[in-house]
T-cell receptor
Framework: DAGVIQSPRHEVTEMGQEVTLRCKLI?????LFWYRQTMMRGLELLIY????????DSGMPEDRFSAKMPNASFSTLKIQPSEPRDSAVYFC??????????FGEGSRLTVL | GEDVEQSLFLSVREGDSSVINCTYT??????LYWYKQEPGAGLQLLTY?????DMKQDQRLTVLLNKKDKHLSLRIADTQTGDSAIYFC???????????FGGGTRVLVKP
């Protein structure tokens, strides 16, 4: 298996634009996590899904953020409209066993 | 509370042992984990320990858990330059699936 695949790896956009980050899970994994990493706040859990169902979205900053799992192997994280303070590295991770997460390489977002 | 705390930075000479410390506050934690993040990459699971264990050894890695003091440590024997990275400890509570990460310890291995 190729591991968790995220795209794009890098994105630079202007304030107000819509950003969509994508994630392909490892086959057979049933949990999906979206994290955000910044120097100031460290690693923050935004949302996680079990079996395609959102379980905890308490980390989603505000209504501008939304996440979906249209099927068992794919997820999107959308920011609309984007703001400079959203600049961060966004990680997707999948899991089959509790606590054993497999992370993607991350999507580095810069909002100007 | 759910805080997991780590020191920010550790510098060590190649060949020496590294010890990275972590404290957590939630006594209901069932599994505790150590993850490694190399520059420009995602986190990678190194090892984990169940809360009813005191110690776990895996090649150069030794995990020690003091449940009374809620203190977790990771010892890396014979530290190599490739061990330079950020190390995160994390906990999961019983019945849950949500990992709570510490802030990470940046380890710099000097030749």
């Amino acid at each position: 298996d190729a591991g968790v695949i995220q795209s794009p790896r890098h994105e630079v956009t202007e304030m107000g634009q819509e950003v969509t980050l994508r994630c392909k899970l490892i086959s057979g994994h049933n949990s999906l996590f979206w994290y955000r990493q910044t120097m100031m706040r460290g690693l923050e859990l935004l949302i996680y899904f079990n079996n395609n169902v959102p379980i905890d979205d308490s980390g989603m900053p505000e209504d501008r953020f939304s996440a979906k799992m249209p099927n068992a192997s794919f997820s999107t994280l959308k920011i609309q409209p984007s703001e400079p303070r959203d600049s961060a590295v966004y990680f997707c991770a999948s899991s089959q066993l509790r606590g054993e997460l497999f992370f993607g390489e991350g999507s580095r977002l810069t909002v100007l | 509370g759910e805080d997991v705390e780590q020191s920010l930075f550790l510098s060590v000479r190649e060949g020496d042992s590294s010890v990275i410390n972590c404290t957590y506050t939630d006594s209901s934690s069932t599994y505790l984990y150590w993850y490694k993040q190399e520059p420009g990459a995602g986190l990678q699971l190194l090892t984990y320990i169940f809360s009813n264990m005191d110690m776990k050894q895996d090649q150069r890695l030794t995990v020690l858990l003091n449940k009374k003091d809620k203190h977790l440590s990771l010892r890396i024997a014979d530290t190599q330059t490739g061990d330079s990275a950020i190390y995160f400890c994390a906990e999961v509570k019983e019945g849950g699936n949500k990992l709570t990460f510490g802030g990470g310890t940046r380890v710099l291995v000097k030749p």
